[in-house]
Structure formats: C-alpha cells, structure tokens
C-alpha cells in the first residue's frame, strides 16, 4: 500500500520529469516552420507589421515563418485555427486590442475567450490611430467635420476591420463624445475598407499610419486628428484629439503576438526573446517608428498585467459609448 510519502514523491518526480521535457523541447524550438496567422485580409496594420517582423524572425528562430490571413468574425476565425493547432509555439497569432481586450466586454457568450484560451507572448507595439477622411469630405479640421456630421446627420459613414475592431469602438466613442452620428460599414480587414475609403464608398476611417498614411501623402485622404493623448513624434503636424476637443478619445490600440493556452512557458520565453531582438534592429526599430509604432517587446508576464489593465480600460470604453453587449 502506497503511504502518502510516496505519493507525494512520485508526484514530484512526476512534475520535475514534466518540467525536463518542457525544457528539453524548448531547446529545439523550433523544428519546423512557424506560422503566424493574421486574422484580417492582407493590407492592414496588423499583417503589415507581421510580414515586417516575420523575415528577420525567421533568421532568428532558425526556421521559416510564414503568415497566414483567416480573415473574419474580428479574429475568431484565427483565434479557432490557433486552437485547433498543437499547443507547441510552431503555430502563433497576431493578437489585437479588439479581439483580447473589446470582445470580452462586448461579445461575452463567444466560445472562445481570451484572457484563458489564449496565452500572452510579447506586444509586439502599441499602434495609435488617425483619424482620416476622404479628400473630398468638405471638411479640413476635426471641428468643420463635427460641425459638417451635425448638419448632416446619417448621410456620413465610417470603416472598421470588423464588428467589435478597436477602430470600430473609437467611431462609436467619437459619435458619442462628439454628438454626431454615422453609420458603421465593418469589413474583414482594413486593407478593403481603406481601398472604399479612397474611392469614396466610405467617408470616415480610424486606422494606423503603417497602412493607411500614404494616402493622405497622395492627397486622397486627410488626417484630421491623431487618436491619442499627444501628437505623434512621426506626424508632429497632425493634432491630437486632446486638442481638437475630445481629450477623452484618447484609445490607443496595440499588436502583439500571443499563443495557444497550454504552449510551454519555455516556448513563449524562447519567441519573445526572437521578437525582442528583431524589434531592436535599427531597420525594423526605423520602420516601426516612422509608421508611428511605439515599439515595446515586453515578456510575456508584462504583457499579460498589461492586457488586464487595458480590458479594464475598454471595457469603460464601451460602457461610456453605451455600446450593449450582445
């Protein structure tokens, strides 16, 4: 008969046991491609900051990286993907505000629920949002644009990557703080909607400079604001909207890279470390920064407290804009 001694002994040995073959596996992480899956179509901040980093990752990680569009359900379909994959880190997702931080305040009976199905590896950078218009909206200013809605009021609509986006909460916060109202039009990714935004089926867009600023470089878009609490360092002629009268739309979005649950610590340690020395590159730092990316790198415990505070931040966000949850 076994005495709890030995009970107890054999399942220490069993964890320790646990506990060397995690570690062995992480030292041959990885044997084989790693695929990063993007949950919106291709052209937008998110899968433009994935195919930047991704090169200079796979020199790192010794194996090739490859990105993966699922597009849909604002990054369900990728998050159901990742889950159905082998937890072993050679399957990752490109995480984002909207689909860890909004949806759990928003969409709270989904089946899949981030803060436990998916597993934090390091926030890649915090990636505010510009608030832009097509040229040809008679407006130059965020105020003649409030002004211009008011007179106008529904005839005027705005884009997201998807029902749910943190660019479809900062319209919905907007029209509230602002007293205007437009009519939402989500699509499966920024790369469409902002190709409608140019040709003038939508009027209205918050999106990240990284895909969206050679628009207003070419004159078919205008920036009307910097959706953040001050002026970017990369566009220091574009106002803030503390500015421009609404101190309190200050929601930045971020990008990070996250896993799914059960993945060793060792593995999320390992990636981390990769994405942390190609965020340090001086091209890639350049890149980032210049798109008006705020690069962070952080491990996967600091990005995990960070997404406990900013699911606390949106989700007064959301209750603010009066936005029900469904």
Known sequence: MK?????????????????????????????????????????????????????????????????????????????????????????????????????????????IKPATDILPVTLVGMTPYLALVNAKVPVKTMQEFIDYAKQNPGKLSFASSGVGAAGHLVGEAMQHLAGVKMLHIPYKGTGQALSDLVSGEVQVIFDQPISSYQYVQSGQLRALAAVNPKRLTAFPDIPSVSEVGLPKLDLVPWTGLCAGKGTPAEVLDKVQRAVSKVLAKPEIAKRLSGDGVEVVGNTPAEFAAFLQQDRERWHRAVESAGIPPT
């Open 3 to 111: 005495t709890k001694r030995s009970m107890s002994l054999i399942k220490t040995i069993g964890a320790a046991l646990s506990m060397m073959a995690a570690s062995a596996f992480a030292a041959e992480f990885p044997t084989q491609p790693v695929h990063i899956l993007v949950g919106f179509s291709p052209g937008g901040s998110n899968d433009l900051i994935a195919r930047l980093i991704a090169p200079e990752l796979s020199k790192e990680l010794g194996q090739q990286v490859v990105i993966e569009n699922k597009p849909g359900a604002n990054g369900n379909i990728a998050a159901d993907a990742l889950l159905k994959a082998e937890p072993d880190g050679h399957t990752l997702l490109v995480c984002t505000t909207g689909f860890m931080s909004v949806q759990p305040t928003l969409y709270p009976s989904l089946r």
